[in-house]
T-cell receptor
């Protein structure tokens, strides 16, 4: 069975602070994919990144960076110099090659000006 | 490129009434998904279509929920009769390739928020 845990229900930071969103997953599959999605107030989930279980290289995209550590089954997401527009609910998801995605319950990030 | 379209955005009904939600995926996307998102939780898959065939409906409460994708394009999700616990956002998503071989991302619509009184 697959499980994704996002222990932080809500995080509040002040603009320009760095913030890390945690994601811990459980799976028996040796091959799997990890995702982060952003859900702004408008409602649609927006894809941010996909990670293959064989690729533990960290990735940076602008102010966003992701730290994948297979040894601890974690796939954490860091926003550097946060902005008000980053306020949203962020979801981590896990997907086996042949199967459906399992989502965590999300972390609500509030960035205050 | 137009995104995933859903309607209605909001619906309020009384328990035991029926409701239908419509979704038009991104053009060319063969796979369509319906998710249920209860407040404070992540999306949970209800049903997945590959073209007009059902791939996975194991989590669909079939005694009250039904879905179809007759021409392999747009889809309708119906609830009849609705219960209080059906209050949620119903998200439609699509992807370009089948989920069984897919490493790609899902494209979501803005969702249909259902309130059952």
């Amino acid at each position: 069975a697959q499980k994704v845990t996002q222990a932080q229900t809500e995080i509040s930071v002040v603009e320009k602070e760095d913030v890390t969103l945690d994601c811990v997953y459980e799976t028996r599959d040796t091959t799997y994919y990890l995702f982060w999605y952003k859900q702004p107030p408008s409602g649609e989930l927006v894809f941010l990144i996909r990670r293959n279980s064989f690729d533990e290289q960290n990735e940076i995209s602008g102010r966003y960076s992701w730290n994948f550590q297979k040894s601890t089954s974690s796939f954490n997401f860091t926003i550097t110099a946060s902005q008000v527009v980053d306020s949203a609910v962020y979801f981590c998801a896990l997907k086996p090659p042949a199967g459906k995605s399992t989502f965590g319950d999300g972390t609500t990030l509030t960035v205050k000006p | 490129e137009a995104g995933v379209a859903q309607s209605p955005r909001y619906k309020i009904i009384e328990k035991r009434q029926s409701v239908a939600f419509w979704c038009n995926p991104i053009s060319g996307h063969a796979t369509l998904y319906w998710y249920q998102q209860i407040l404070g939780q992540g999306p949970k898959l209800l049903i997945q279509f590959q073209n007009n065939g059902v791939v996975d409906d194991s989590q669909l409460p079939k005694d009250r929920f039904s879905a179809e994708r007759l021409k392999g394009v747009d889809s309708t999700l119906k609830i009849q009769p609705a219960k209080l616990e059906d209050s949620a956002v119903y998200l439609c998503a699509s992807s370009l390739v089948p989920s069984t071989t897919n490493t790609g991302e899902l494209f979501f619509g803005e969702g249909s928020r259902l309130t059952v009184l």
